[in-house]
């Protein structure tokens, strides 16, 4: 990008912002893309990640958001890293932490330790230690490592927060 000599501050503040846009709309523009390929036209979905020249853990995440995050209930004043905190939450949690960070204008960060918070917090939330053995391909592991990384939140956090999703699915479904 080339700027005029003397562009002023207003003129230069209003192209980072369109800048912004530009940029949180392309992740999801991604997401929705690699999501399309993956039931369109299965085993390209390396063909779409090299198309891209991003890394395969930032599409992976991309898409990871925009499969679980539909457009009916995307903020557009909040990131797509916004939505990203909340994509393994049932439908309903979803919707109540994305309003209230968008009412509060709360950054990313902020969402993510209210949402730590909450699962401290909440009347019966004392932790209960379960063990699950699971057995699974390495592909699959280094799929969920990259996806909890991306959520930045530990692997054991990400696998819970996603079987909540999956029971608030079953649950909506009867």
Known sequence: MSLPAGLP???WERIGDQLGVIGNSSAWWLGDWLVYGEESFPGRYRLAISQTNLSYKTLRNYAWVA???????R????????????AALSADEQERW?????????PQSRLRKEL????????????VTVTVTVHISFEREQRWKVAAESASV???EWIAQTLDHAAGH???ER
């Open 9 to 11: 501050f207003d003129a």
């Open 67 to 73: 499969r679980n995050v539909p457009m009916s209930r």
């Open 75 to 86: 903020r557009d004043t909040l990131s797509l890293q916004h939505h990203a905190q909340v």
């Open 98 to 106: 994305l309003a209230r960070a968008e009412e509060e204008g709360w």
């Open 116 to 127: 730590q918070a909450s699962r401290v917090s909440a009347p019966g939330s004392e932790p």
């Open 154 to 156: 530990p692997l054991p």
């Open 170 to 172: 079953v649950d909506d």
